[in-house]
């Protein structure tokens, strides 16, 4: 899978720790043993699940940090190599390609699995391996910001709709890990952990993004454009709707809400 900018990143992580769902949070934080743990975060890009859980007064031991991109796990180092008053604990990170080497992982020698905006990008064989890992290893898992193809454009337009499914396809595309799941990814693995016996806690985690938001709005945005680009859709039709969005992005006119869904799967005691 290719890898996600630092600056991109940045621009989100606001909006990624406003829509986390508190109550998924909670039940998964609950599940968790007394004292220090030390938690498995998969696609850990700059570090944001560490960010979200730090945020919430969870202190634990430590983090293994696993990525494939180098250079966003020395980002993620130079965040959080820092003073123990952080309250994020040792701090551990592992250049890997969950494709291949998932297996790898040390699923048993951890308290818990993380991961966020991450199962949408991969494949339907990744996500049933991946439960299996952590089933087999009895641990409980965290799932934060799976979109989930809800999206809604205030003021609306007609291209919505066309753009939204250029960018559903899109989403489906082979990421390096074989035809994503795109939208159907967190229903998907909620269906997989409940058929192994988990309990899962689910709920929305949508971003709601302000018309004040520019510049998020229009690398968000224009990402969409690139898309409609690459799958052909009418370029007249793709360059009016773009003016439009632009203008009214830089009128503040325009609030755009993307639908995600947090899930905790708990293994029954």
Same mark, same amino acid.
């Given at each position: 899978?290719?890898?996600?900018? %630092?600056?991109?990143?940045?621009?989100?992580?606001?909006?990624?720790?406003?829509?986390?769902?508190?109550?998924?949070?909670?039940?998964?934080?609950?599940?968790?043993?007394?004292?220090? =743990?030390? +938690? /498995?975060?998969?696609? &850990?890009?700059?570090?944001?699940?560490? *960010?979200?859980?730090?945020?919430?007064?969870?202190?634990?031991?430590?983090?293994?940090?696993?990525?494939?991109?180098?250079?966003?796990?020395?980002?993620?180092?130079?965040?959080?190599?820092?003073?123990?008053?952080?309250?994020?604990?040792?701090? !551990? /990170?592992?250049? +890997?390609?969950?494709? $291949?080497?998932?297996?790898?992982?040390?699923?048993?020698?951890?308290?818990?699995?993380? %991961?966020?905006?991450? #199962?949408?990008?991969? &494949?339907?064989?990744? =996500?049933?391996?991946?439960?299996?890992?952590?089933?087999?290893?009895?641990? @409980?898992?965290?799932?934060?910001?799976?979109?989930?193809?809800?999206?809604?454009?205030?003021?609306?337009?007609?291209?919505?709709?066309?753009?939204? *499914?250029?960018? !559903?396809?899109?989403?489906?595309?082979?990421?390096?890990?074989?035809?994503?799941?795109?939208?159907?990814?967190?229903?998907?693995? +909620? *269906?997989?952990?409940?058929?192994?016996?988990?309990?899962?806690?689910?709920? @929305? &985690?949508?971003?709601?993004?302000?018309?004040?938001?520019?510049?998020? /709005?229009?690398?968000?945005?224009?990402?969409?454009?690139? =898309?409609?680009?690459?799958?052909?859709? @009418?370029?007249?039709?793709?360059?009016?709707?773009?003016?439009?969005?632009?203008?009214? +992005?830089?009128?503040?006119?325009?609030?755009?809400?993307?639908?995600?869904? !947090?899930?905790?799967? #708990?293994?029954? $005691?």
């Amino acid at each position: 899978m290719s890898g996600f900018s %630092t600056t991109w990143l940045a621009l989100r992580e606001p909006l990624d720790l406003a829509a986390r769902n508190t109550d998924v949070e909670a039940a998964f934080l609950d599940s968790l043993p007394s004292g220090p =743990v030390r +938690i /498995l975060d998969l696609a &850990s890009g700059a570090g944001s699940t560490v *960010a979200a859980l730090a945020a919430k007064g969870v202190e634990p031991a430590g983090w293994l940090l696993c990525d494939h991109d180098p250079a966003l796990l020395e980002h993620a180092g130079q965040r959080w190599r820092k003073p123990v008053e952080q309250g994020t604990g040792r701090i !551990d /990170l592992r250049q +890997i390609d969950l494709a $291949c080497d998932l297996e790898q992982l040390p699923f048993a020698d951890v308290a818990a699995v993380t %991961t966020s905006a991450f #199962l949408d990008l991969v &494949s339907e064989a990744f =996500v049933e391996r991946l439960v299996e890992q952590v089933v087999r290893a009895r641990k @409980p898992f965290l799932a934060s910001l799976t979109y989930d193809g809800r999206v809604r454009f205030d003021p609306e337009a007609p291209f919505d709709g066309d753009i939204l *499914a250029a960018h !559903d396809r899109h989403q489906r595309t082979d990421k390096g890990f074989g035809p994503a799941l795109g939208p159907e990814a967190a229903s998907r693995a +909620i *269906a997989l952990f409940e058929a192994a016996g988990y309990r899962v806690v689910q709920g @929305p &985690s949508d971003w709601r993004v302000a018309p004040h938001e520019h510049d998020f /709005l229009m690398e968000f945005l224009g990402g969409w454009v690139r =898309v409609g680009e690459d799958l052909n859709l @009418p370029s007249q039709a793709l360059e009016t709707w773009w003016r439009d969005r632009a203008r009214q +992005i830089r009128s503040e006119e325009l609030s755009v809400t993307v639908g995600h869904v !947090d899930f905790a799967a #708990l293994p029954s $005691c």
